[in-house]
């Protein structure tokens, strides 16, 4: 542990987290995400929710201002679907870490996974809400 | 995840708690342990407290009753410090995991650590309570 | 062993399903297969037979349930060979850990070695019986 | 799987028994024992019995005839405890698979796992009886 | 060494036989093939002839009968050479291993290294007669 | 690069700082420490002085507040040498950096090497003042 | 630390470019850059910025002289910008190091990144100047 | 060292030149050569040139008596240079080498590369001369 | 394969036989020795016997003349066992490779096990003679 | 290759050199020492005398001033041997290479292999003068 770095931050994700660069992205992935499948770099954070998570990441990761939206979240399989309550926590967890307004794209769920593949890393968590999935993409400083 | 498997217990976490033997010993860890330095194998469960877990642990985990004692606990440093409350814890935990009377010997820190050592795994959770460290020593089916 | 764990179920087998995700395939594959051969991720399960280690499995492992059939068999070579025995074993041991009815779709040889390729992993056993293959689909809890 | 190798014995298992020279001993261990503790090399056989691994085992091991016993079991821990009744079976799959009187020697519980964790390598079954662990000494051809 | 085992075969080429299945194939190669180069899994025999490998072998490897031919040699490169008499060897050697006719079909030595390349293993013997390349391909028990 | 993360932390050196636990120690040694040669976990920071270092690392670090004496410095060979200028430089830093005091004990240089030996980790940098070596010994949160 | 080797010369940089062969790049890449990302072999240099590395390198490294320009720069995204002033600071280092004219070409964001990927390694630093990554190939000595 | 084996020849060279086969092929690179990046199995020599090192392969390695020409040379680029002295050496010595004629074919600068990458294993000496590069291939005993 | 290199030796063992030095021991085992479990580096040899290697090994291989005996033989085991008869086929083959007399020391079984452990190699035969085993010496060149 | 270092420092060797500190450690060996055998850290040379090398090492590495004798050479065993040539060619490379007189002590031939042992790394050279082993120890810059 150290001064000022949540605990739930784990000292390998801490490590990704410093070695992405511009416009590369980072799945935090519910509890039923194929992961461990689809990962080129997998950090496990089983037991753990997605808001909290997100949380201690965006205290440190900057988001990408060069592209319309650097948050992408796994569309509903049915359009008549009501929206999934998270993507309102997500929406009031992004607004309160940065003082500039964020778009949450949606991505088709195949596309989700093609796009989860080329990501530099998947968290896995257990968060077991519906369409929780959610890809960061990192931004300069 | 499996049914029936709590999600706080990694898939990583499962295979060293199947591994382990009669005799057996698995430390878990408060966040300042010096658990990476000493473990012979470390399991992380960075964010978690410890009675989370140890909850999850003992709904697999039989203790070992051929000894007089299979729970350690580190020893408070000053013998006139009260009995930290999270014993007491560990102690409901313990009773509503085992049908039976469990003991729980203390142990002076220095030989904490020694024994920490020698244990099959250490897992590093994120607990802040003070002498919160546990050892537990498995036993047959 | 572990309380609750079947003893056919290793270790490193515990850990694969609980790594797979919603959509991950695993084969249960007889000893004439080509496991070792075709196997992304092989676990061996020398000396077993395919229902006693498909029983075990269910117990955990949820079948996804938002394809038409969760479950796939290897099609006889010849069309006019009578339905393999063990395939009336399967459903029954589907049957008996589902509360709802799983389909078993089959699979043409080649096809079925193509998709043995990309299934998470392969579970090497010693059964005997013909037509015995099987590849379970995971869903989500 | 090929002609005349028994189906529980794996390929890691054979190489195993082969790599052995005169003198190694192998540990066939059940399934409370710590071998993945004490194991120089581990070789798992989860959800096997021992009688049915030593039948195959002996089929192609030589037992060390050079000296008084090369069968060790552990000894049982109250003097006063019957003969285990699996100790039996073994000099019974002992009788069959050689042409000469075999001894078994007994040794104290912790002298046992010493002398384990000196072994070539440890056979983790999972068998249930007590006193049921066995190790064998290989002899020349 | 073991009961019952020739002592040409290897315990690491007793553990690729047994590992692999239905329609795998084995490439024995004479000491000139390039087998380092083309080997997924490269067996070494250094200072061995191939006739006395595949006698070993075959008491042990079933070949495919599903096929028309599970033994394949590198043709002679002029269609006018006579036959080399290493075949002779082995039609004698395959006869004296199973108790049906085993076809050997025969193949381009350019399409032979592509097939080599997919083998699950290749043997580097020190064989050297002409033509003496040969490729098994595994069958069911 | 993350948000409120200084640039002079390489990823890996942050990991190992959030690894290290109660007690645990780290050296952050000059450009002339036979550092390679002594560590344990060696943490590369060439063409880096130690007081930027030093500053980097004390913002998240927590010292041991339960010995009398959390730094150790190399103490000079020749005891009528002047005080090297780089520890009242460090004595700032520490000062800065803490809201309590911090001694700094010396240790013989053959001693000291003996103690970098069972560090958690050295940083190898190239500061090139004398008797610049200095063991931070972490504290609890 | 050796005589006439710049301390921020790693001993990972410093056989990494004696490794390098004719037409061989190497990229020193800014701090937002994914150099983990994107490296066939990654060469960390934390904390550093990019004209101190560049003529620590150009000391040793000749460029290549058999192309246009041995010298590639990442284009400004709009062509209104102003030239990088970094640019103005390369060009003085490249003739500081060389007797003759070194040309610089530039290349579209996308396109140098493909052209990263295929570089022998890539210089991870922490140079926060906008526009400032620059290829390195290698000439002929 | 060894009785008549040239201590120019280092272990892992000549491991190399024995598990080599009919066909493979073996590139002697000079010093400026991109050997690193294009090697499949790299042999560095540095601080030799080419002809010494040559002299001593020749005397174990048998070349492709099968093609018209075993023995490659890289194009000079500017078709009226003057043919490079080094390859007289060249002849020389394989005239030496050899009871028979051995032809040394041309390939053109980017072809030599590519078929450098396919090589067996590429030697990285230090040869300065003009146009050295040599790539041998393997012929039968 | 390589021209006057005995096929017997395998590209593994000729590197091992190069890399040894003055004093350096290498173990020729029978097939009964527990070479796997002793060796600190194992050369397997599987098929042959020892004296058609040991003729290809002291081909390459000075013998130690520093020493009184720079072969060592295992002692038989009771006294009056007549000489066994391989010794004198070592004794010959010993002669034939040298041009000075050899002479050859015996040692009791125990500590011919442990000098085994600290030998450089041993290479595992399937020599089926009593008292087989010989360690060789290496000399200087 | 780079601009002004010699071509017989490998790039291995280089950072081998960077990586040691002071009091650190390097023997330059002879053809028939037992380098490998003894060697932490093994750096081959082979085909090179050691004059040449030693050669290129002293104009990077600085000899330890610290101490009475920074290099160490192997005492002749027979006392009454005249002193080895060769020192003579070392005594005037290391005047050349410093501005101040270095002292070469000698070890006997027993003691010299235990620090050897201890060395930071050991270069395998083929030089073949008597007594030509050499130990450097680093000092600072």
Known sequence: MLKGIPVNISPELMKTLMEMGHGDEIVIADGNFPASNLARKLVRADGHSIPE????????????????????????????????????????????NNDFSINMEQME???????????????????????????LKKGVI
Chains 1, 2, 3, 4, 5, 6, 7, 8, 9, 10 share one sequence.
């Open 53 to 96: 998570l997100l949380c201690s990441i965006l205290y440190f990761f900057p988001l990408d201002t060069f592209v319309p939206a650097p948050v992408t979240l796994m569309q509903t399989v049915n359009h008549d679907e009501e929206r999934p309550p998270i993507w309102d926590t997500y929406n009031e967890i992004l607004s309160n």
């Open 109 to 135: 769920r195949m596309d989700f996974y093609e796009r989860a593949k080329n990501a530099y890393a998947i968290i896995a968590t257990s968060e077991s809400s519906l369409y929780a999935n959610i890809i």
